[in-house]
């Protein structure tokens, strides 16, 4: 029986790049196709609410970013048959590309944003894509851009410029992931500072994961701008909720797009994926996040009304063990926490 939900959006979306990211490289577990990560997403079910739609990863196994207007028709085909829709996309920018390196990787990162927006504008048209955004990040690292932090934020901002006109040719909008990772995103405040230079606010905002952005408040990568004093307790939650507070009155008006998550405060990589912020099990007790609670942060404005900025929400389990992505317990938890976030910071249409 399928329990009665009064909230219909935000739509709840899994993120398919969790059988990519952190696999397949040498030392690590190998990728998981497409298929099975739609089949796990398709068999969780909690009380008959099933999750609405699919994040996509647009590099292969999963995904050719030169995909044929035949090949994404069959995409398309494949992912309605699950009863899915398709919301952010994220283009594969890192490859050859960079958002502050030489002139041909500049190039490279901006071809690989425009086959990105391509992409997401044909799903579109075939009716699969009735919301999200275009996912980017830097595609460099915090070492590199540290070198000479005024002329890379700069010229990453000068790139996220030209990657706005792109974006908007195509009626499309530009997420930039904040994660400790990318060199001119590792820091909230330098996050901050390179949106204002972009300028763009209808077309270049924030992408917030919950997982990533509680790394802001610790000052991972930037201790100067760390927001919970040294040796915090963390059983004491006042001022986690202030820190946050703080990190998200700056960065939520420029908040498009949402991952709920978990973290437990430490750092994690996998294959060639650098170390970010860990993701953790929606239930793991070393977790130190309120999900519902400190997910009302970033979906609900300094009144506590709610933004309405996004129209879907996605759960992140980037480098997740593969055995416990093949667990249906993993899916039915997440889609349970994601869930409760909706109920108390959804809406109805």
């Known amino acids: 029986m399928s329990q009665t939900q009064a909230n219909s959006f935000p739509k709840l979306h899994n993120a398919m790049w969790p059988g990519l990211v ?3 490289s040498p030392c690590a577990e190998p990728a998981i196709d497409l298929d099975t ?9 909690v009380n008959g609410v099933r999750f609405d739609g699919v994040d996509l990863f647009l590099y292969d196994p999963h995904v050719n970013i030169d995909s044929t207007d035949d090949d994404l028709k069959r995409l398309a085909e ?12 994220v283009a594969p920018v890192w490859f050859d590309g960079s958002a502050m390196g030489t002139d041909a990787q500049r190039t490279n990162y901006l071809t690989a944003v425009r086959k990105a927006c391509g992409i997401g504008s044909k799903l579109r048209k075939l009716g699969i894509r009735p919301y999200g955004v275009v996912r980017i990040d830097s595609a460099c690292s915090p070492v590199d851009w540290a070198r000479d932090p005024a002329a890379a934020q ?7 410029k030209e990657a706005a006109a792109i974006a908007r040719d195509h009626g499309e909008r530009l997420a930039a992931e904040g994660e400790i990772c990318w060199g001119g995103m590792h820091s909230w405040r330098v996050m901050l500072d390179l949106l204002e230079r972009v300028g763009e606010p209808a077309t270049v905002g924030f992408q917030a994961d919950m997982a990533h952005t509680l790394l802001y408040t610790l000052g991972e990568n930037a201790v100067q701008d760390r927001i919970l004093p040294t040796g915090y307790d963390w059983k004491d939650q006042a001022p986690l909720d202030a820190a946050l ?15 709920v998550a978990q973290n437990d405060a430490t750092v994690f990589g996998s294959g060639d994926h650098d170390h970010t912020g860990r993701h953790c099990l929606a239930t793991d007790p070393n977790g130190k996040l309120d999900i519902v609670k400190h ?18 929400i996605c759960w992140d389990g980037c480098m997740f063990p593969n055995a416990v992505m093949s667990d249906s317990k993993t899916w039915n938890d997440i889609l349970a926490a994601m869930i409760k976030v909706r109920e108390a910071h959804g809406w109805a249409e």
């Open 245 to 259: 507070h703080t990190l998200t009155k700056a960065l939520r008006p420029w908040t498009i797009d949402f991952h």
């Open 154 to 160: 700069a010229r990453i901002a000068q790139t996220f």
């Open 37 to 45: 990560m739609l089949a796990h997403t398709a068999r969780a079910s």
């Open 22 to 24: 952190g696999k397949g």
């Open 295 to 312: 997910a009302g942060f970033w979906l609900r404005d300094e009144s506590g009304a709610l933004t309405k900025a996004f129209r879907h």
């Open 78 to 89: 494949k992912i309605a048959g699950h009863g899915f829709v398709v919301g952010s996309v």
